[in-house]
T-cell receptor, first 116, second 114 residues
């Protein structure tokens, strides 16, 4: 079946530290991959996406590369800020038909806290 | 405009009440979704509408009744809910069901059932 596995959190970092949040997936076919961010009390915001192997998604200093060979989509940022404190969700979405067509499957989420 | 608007933001209802959650988007998206999110958990898919027709129902109890009156609006009618239904209800939309198109989420309705 389709699933997404994220590294367990919470993750606590000091400002300007390097961030990696691991994400691996299982899926039939070639899904699109996404990172969403959720700030306290808010809905989900799309952070970045990649739709095919070797694509790199990037936004606001965050990056993730679609690695088909390792079925991974790890999130990285070179220098985190206090304002990056949030919950980060990795997700995939089936591209082809079938009962899962269009279904967005989320990982468990990783809580990131950045201290000044 | 990449906005999905949900109303109300907060809702408290009794177990015998009937209420509705509303969702609106003006991006011309033809797929709309309801998700339920419990605290510290990922969103769980409830329903998918594609071109105003129900495409996916993830075995949601009948006390939740979705409705898509037109391509811009999505409602979730609530009746005889239980306290365990208290959660953040998120609406999302995308250009189509295809995975190449990203889903945009609203801010959610925080529902408390008393």
């Amino acid at each position: 079946g389709n699933s997404v596995t994220q590294m367990e959190g919470p993750v606590t970092l000091s400002e300007e530290a390097f961030l990696t949040i691991n994400c691996t997936y299982t899926a039939t076919g070639y899904p699109s991959l996404f990172w969403y961010v959720q700030y306290p009390g808010e809905g989900l915001q799309l952070l970045l996406k990649a739709t095919k192997a070797d694509d790199k998604g990037s936004n606001k200093g965050f990056e993730a590369t679609y690695r088909k060979e390792t079925t991974s989509f790890h999130l990285e940022k070179g220098s985190v800020q206090v304002s990056d404190s949030a919950v980060y969700f990795c997700a995939h979405r089936a591209n082809a038909g079938g009962t899962s067509y269009g279904k967005l499957t989320f990982g468990q989420g990783t809580i990131l806290t950045v201290h000044p | 405009d990449t906005e999905v608007t949900q109303t109300p933001k907060h809702l408290v209802m009794g177990m015998t009440n009937k209420k509705s959650l509303k969702c609106e988007q003006h991006m011309g998206h033809r797929a709309m979704y309801w998700y339920k999110q419990k605290a510290k958990k990922p969103p769980e898919l409830m329903f998918v509408y594609s071109y105003e027709k129900l495409s996916i129902n993830e075995s949601v109890p009948s006390r939740f009744s979705p409705e898509c009156p037109n391509s811009s609006l999505l409602n979730l009618h609530l009746h005889a809910l239980q306290p365990e239904d208290s959660a953040l209800y998120l609406c999302a939309s995308s250009q189509g069901r295809g995975g190449l198109t990203e889903a945009f989420f609203g801010q959610g309705t925080r529902l408390t059932v008393v």
